[in-house]
């Protein structure tokens, strides 16, 4: 898989953004930064923070990539009335605590 | 403070046109992935029914040329609020391609190449409501909105049109597929704003 997302060859570049843009939508459901945290991908094992990961779609639904393997590591449907969060694609979530 | 599109590129809306409950008329084709865009070229595309029982059907592109073609004209219908009306297409019908399978599956799983899955009724594929499409508006379908062919069934939202397809799988029982698993309504009706589980 092309690491840059798209395929130079043909001038069309994917559209993705980073994975900030799941602050807003977490930030609903968890009490903690989870962009900052370190999440293990499931499919390739590999370890990145959150912020780092691959983001298409747009509201109501987002699809996180693993940077390194292109497979889903986290998706997001917010409804009006629920969210649904599916984490199958994550081993383990690694969260900073604050400690002061 | 929101602020109300009254469409773009300085149209209007035909008011004589109905709306879904929940939707709105763009006059462009917004572009919207699960994922990057999968590079199929025509020479390696194959498009594979497979029954219950494992009965595969395969065409590639020529035996796909060779079918007869429809034109439809029909309107589309995006679970993210922009409708579409009077979009052109060139495409097979599922009619055709399921013509000569044997199969007492009542659920499709749809296929695609990058991984995407979407599931229906296998009724809603047939009686002329849903082609393999490959032209849009007289042109080769865009990778970006699915080429080298895609589903089309445009009487569900359309997250059901699977882009790249690459296959259905004829079943016995429902099973869920990408977005459906996650939140999305397992079947779709935008004039039932059947968005999300629960509607
Ligand atoms: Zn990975």
């Known amino acids: 898989m092309d690491p840059t997302g798209g ?3 043909d001038g069309v570049q994917d559209a993705y953004q980073d994975g900030n843009v799941l602050a807003g939508p977490l930030s609903e459901i968890f009490a903690v930064d989870l962009t900052a945290a370190m999440s293990r991908c499931a499919h390739c094992d590999s370890t990145g923070a959150v912020a780092t990961l691959r983001v298409y779609g747009r509201p109501p639904a987002l699809v996180a990539r693993c940077p390194s393997c292109g497979e889903v590591v986290l998706r997001i449907v917010r409804s009006p009335t629920n969210t649904w969060l599916d984490l199958r694609g994550t081993v383990t979530l690694n969260i900073p605590m604050d400690t002061r | 403070m929101p602020i109300v599109s009254r469409g773009f590129h300085g149209r209007k809306p035909d008011p004589g046109r109905k709306l879904p409950p929940g939707q709105y008329e763009t006059f462009d084709f917004p572009v919207l992935s699960a994922g990057p865009t999968p590079r199929v070229s025509r020479d390696d595309w194959t498009f594979t029914v497979t029954t219950e029982s494992g009965t595969r059907h395969q065409w590639d592109w020529g035996r796909l040329m060779a079918l007869p073609a429809e034109h439809p004209t029909v309107d589309l219908h995006c679970v993210t609020k922009w409708s579409k009306f009077d979009t052109h297409w060139e495409g097979v019908s599922l009619d055709v391609l399921l013509e000569d399978v044997e199969t007492e599956a009542e659920f499709a799983l749809v296929h695609s190449y990058g991984g995407y899955t979407t599931n229906l ?16 508006d007289g042109e080769e379908l865009a990778a970006e909105h699915g080429g080298p062919a895609r589903l089309l069934v445009p009487h569900l939202y359309l997250w059901k049109s699977a ?21 999305y309504h397992e079947y779709g009706d935008p004039w039932r704003e059947q968005r999300y589980q629960g509607d």
């Not at chain 2, 099973?175 to 939140?183: D, K, L, T």
């Open chain 1, 7 to 9: 395929t130079a060859a």
């Open chain 2, 121 to 136: 009724p296998l009724e809603d594929l047939l009686d002329g409501k849903a082609w393999i499409a490959y032209r849009y």
């Open chain 2, 163 to 183: 882009k790249w397809v690459s296959g259905i799988q004829l079943m016995l029982e429902d099973e869920p597929g990408f977005w459906e698993s996650a939140g």
